[in-house]
């Protein structure tokens, strides 16, 4: 049956190779069963075990939609990121609910599945400078940085330099940056897991040292009554909300198209001239957006985790399959997810980052048009707290150097729509 669905030997692997491949990448990725529902509950004040649930849901879900619609080993959950922007920005600093904020990831979900089937999506991706698209994922980055130092109390506030170094001899500081180095060493050992490993040493450090409580390991999944179904979407289409969708959007375009596209061509999955099953895919992850704002959770999209499975042979959805099936068996850890500390998720926000500011070595810094929307769409994330107002800053930045620099053929017309869009924000909908 396997062999008959997931066509195992057209693309020369086998049944175990497979089976073990998932297991590598969710070992990679699980991480986000952890941090998820930390960072939901701690800006958005969503029930932290509904969000657990939510998480493992959604993941399983839009895992094995990518399994049986794309036949692709690619792994999928809520996304890092999305997930900051959701919780720290939509609910925290702007002050809507969160209810409204699951409404906004329904509604530009619905609008992911109409550019991926109408085509408008690769349109899209084509018309974004790659320098900007760089920029927009190192700022990302920097931005869960900012939230990772500040959730374990490195940086803190300062009113006289707006920021400051916290206490570094303070028991959350010092879990974070111990956690920070067992995370990256492990990582650069090729250890499996290594950011899950991360989190669980600190956790287990911090209960025996008395500085935070067990909860237990295993028990029947919670109840995800409290986030299931709650979205708002009316509420998501009071104006000042629509370029909150629109970084959602563009977001969820940049970062999973790319994530996926790197992912299948490192697996022989995209080959020049032959015909390939992206669509399927983008339809696939585009669904499970849909599908997580049901269940109570940020974006759902595709991990760039899922490298590790394809380096470990995955080439098809009985990969994804595993990784679904395992989502699902993680409902049962929810006492674990519990006891875990702030401290011990940020060290895994912070590794993240740091790995994300690598796509700055793609900006063109020797054209200037190029270079300094890119560092202003990066920059403006962390310092205003915002991913959407980092993305206006670099789109608006961009048409305007090419336009006054006698560069306007450069200019493609998805790159302007989304700067006259942002423009029209700020000037009728500056709250």
């Known amino acids: 049956m396997l062999e008959h669905y997931f066509k195992l030997a057209a693309h020369n692997t086998t049944a175990r190779t497979e089976i073990l491949a998932g297991l590598t990448t969710f070992l990679t990725m699980s991480y986000i069963i952890f941090v998820n529902p930390n960072i939901l509950h701690d800006a958005a004040h969503m029930n932290h075990d509904a969000v657990f649930v939510a998480t493992c849901l959604a993941a399983a879900v839009g895992t094995l939609i990518m399994a049986f619609v794309a036949n692709w080993p690619i792994g999928m959950a809520p996304g890092m990121g999305l997930n900051a922007f959701f919780a720290y920005t939509v609910v925290g600093a702007m002050g809507y609910t969160w209810q409204q904020a699951l409404g906004a990831v329904f509604i530009s979900g619905t609008i992911f599945v109409i550019l991926t089937l109408t085509g408008i999506r690769s349109w899209l991706i084509a018309g974004i400078p790659k320098s900007l698209r760089s920029a927009i994922a190192a700022g990302i980055g920097l931005f869960l940085a900012i939230i990772a130092l500040g959730g374990a109390g490195i940086v803190v506030a300062n009113p006289a330099t707006k920021v400051g170094l916290g206490s570094l001899t303070a028991a959350p500081a010092l879990f974070a940056i111990l956690g920070f180095f067992i995370i990256a060493v492990l990582d650069t050992l ?106 109570g959770t940020s974006s759902t999209t595709a991990y760039i985790e899922s490298a590790s499975g394809v380096q470990a042979g995955g080439r098809t959805g009985l990969t994804a399959l595993t990784i679904g099936v395992l989502f699902l068996l993680a409902l049962f850890l929810s006492p674990l997810a519990g006891s875990v500390p702030e401290y011990a998720t940020a060290p895994a926000l912070l590794y993240v980052a740091c790995l994300m500011l690598r796509e700055l070595v793609d900006v063109d810094w020797s054209d200037i048009t190029e270079s300094a929307p890119a560092a202003l769409a990066a920059l403006i994330m962390p310092f205003t707290y915002s991913i959407a107002n980092g993305l206006a800053f670099g789109f608006i930045s961009y048409v305007v150097l090419k336009a006054f620099t006698g560069k306007f053929r450069d200019i493609h017309p998805a790159t302007l729509l989304v700067a006259v869009l942002f423009v029209i924000k700020y000037a009728f909908f500056p709250g």
């Not at 499996?192 to 008395?210: H, K, W």
């Not at 986030?227 to 289409?237: K, Y």
């Open 190 to 295: 090729k250890v499996r897991g290594a950011i899950l490993i991360g989190i669980l040493a600190i956790t287990v450090l911090s209960m025996l040292t008395g500085n935070n409580q067990f909860h237990g390991v295993f028990s029947a999944p919670p109840s995800l009554a409290p986030t299931f179904f709650h979205l708002d979407i009316p509420g998501a289409l009071h104006t000042g909300f629509l370029h909150v969708i629109l970084v959602f959007v563009l977001v969820e375009v940049f970062d999973a198209t790319g994530t996926m596209i790197g992912v299948a061509k490192r697996a022989g999955l995209i080959q020049e001239g032959k015909p390939n099953r992206l669509g399927r895919a983008l339809l696939a992850d585009s669904s499970a957006i849909v599908v997580g704002s049901f269940l």
